[in-house]
């Protein structure tokens, strides 16, 4: 089945595989010194939203994690979600990354812990990424992905992705763009476009764009990613209008105001998901937008990556 279609086929399991790295959180708590351990990761988060809503839908995560016992915490964390595992490989000799957040006058920051991350090892195999990708729909990736990956793991990340884009399966790129991950400036620009030209769908922040790349304008973001070949693009602006562009036709929607803003860790990565499930269920960019928006709404109303909706796509 492709997301394309203007007539959704209700019968068939979408078949969803997200790749890329699901870290060790360690969130704050009420009591000052005190910190909640959990899982997330820009990749996962997507794939877990797309999990809640389209439960119906078959997700599975790749990835890499090491044979501790955190890591096997988080894979039955993962089962649990109802999220198929048989494509997250074990390292002997690795663990998983952790990130920790600080909050300091309300204000978030984060700390990494992600050199010796199992996930840098997720593209090591060719072999497994095609076994990986082979049955899906859906295939999705993201710029923290091929941050993380060595030149040779990108390499063969982005074969997979041109070889599943070929054989007919939707390819999604999201940029999101972290600078602090890449060599350099040129090295992730640079990257980002060859991952765009692989995809089908772009789904970048203007925010970020126009910090790395340049771009004077959102239309500038929408029409980068077009020329690289993508047929859909949707570039999110915050509480900004958010411009599409399908197959040639253009629009914007305006995003409700959120009532309350209290953790904006997840608000791209539960977009992304409302995005795709809302595309595919009915055909309608507008329509998926608006889902997609009302879903980040819920999620940056609420403390942590991965939050319980109220929202029905």
Known sequence: MSLFASTP????????????????EMATTDKPGQYKMGFAGDTFNTVWYVKTLAPEWETQFVSRVGSDDVSTQMLVMMSDAGINTDHVLRSADRSAGLYMISVKDGERSFSYWRDRSAARQLADDEDALAAATEDADV???????MAILDAAGRARLLGTAQKARVAGKTVVFDSNLRPRLWASPDEMTQTVMQAAAVSDIVLPSYDDEAAHFGDTDIIATRDRYLNAGASIVVV?????EIHYSKDGQTGCVKPPVATQIVDTTSAGDSFNAGFLVGLAQSGSMQDAIRLAAEVAGQVIGQKGALVPLSVQS
């Open 9 to 24: 086929n209700s019968e068939h399991r979408t078949r969803f595989v997200s790749i890329g790295e699901c870290m060790v």
């Open 236 to 240: 999110k602006d915050g509480a900004g």
């Open 139 to 145: 295939v999705y990736f993201s710029g923290i992905t």
